[in-house]
């Protein structure tokens, strides 16, 4: 199990990754939205704001998001770490459940190209 900073450590290469980005993904990851990532085997919940094509202004906190957030995922830690180090592929993981993403129709249709 990974622990809540290797969490956040992951968190913030994602937004690394996105802030590299070009073409549909970047396009995908300039939306202004609120996120949370619920870590379910950590019972902890990152919340920031996907803005300018990186997460920013990232709190954690313990339990359940306390807001409904934008976009919302759910993963177990190792399950996060592994879609960002490129070892666990996002439709997959989301295929089976392991991996839960909610959020607007629209926002959906834009996240696709990210995922």
Do not use: H, Y
Request: aromatic share 4%; net charge neutral.
């Amino acid at each position: 199990m990974a622990n809540a900073e290797e969490c956040r450590e992951a968190l913030e290469q994602l937004s690394r990754n996105m802030a590299k980005s070009t073409g549909d993904v970047r396009t995908a990851a300039s939306l202004d939205r609120s996120l949370s990532c619920r870590i379910t085997d950590l019972d902890l919940t990152f919340a920031g704001q996907l803005r300018d094509g990186r997460i920013q202004d990232v709190v954690a906190a313990p339990g359940a998001p306390v807001g409904k957030a934008d976009i919302r995922l759910t993963m177990s830690s190792d399950d996060l770490v592994a879609l960002v180090g490129g070892r666990l592929n996002f439709a997959s993981a989301w295929a089976s459940g392991r991996v839960r993403l909610e959020a607007g129709f629209r926002d959906l249709l834009r996240l696709r190209t990210l995922l």
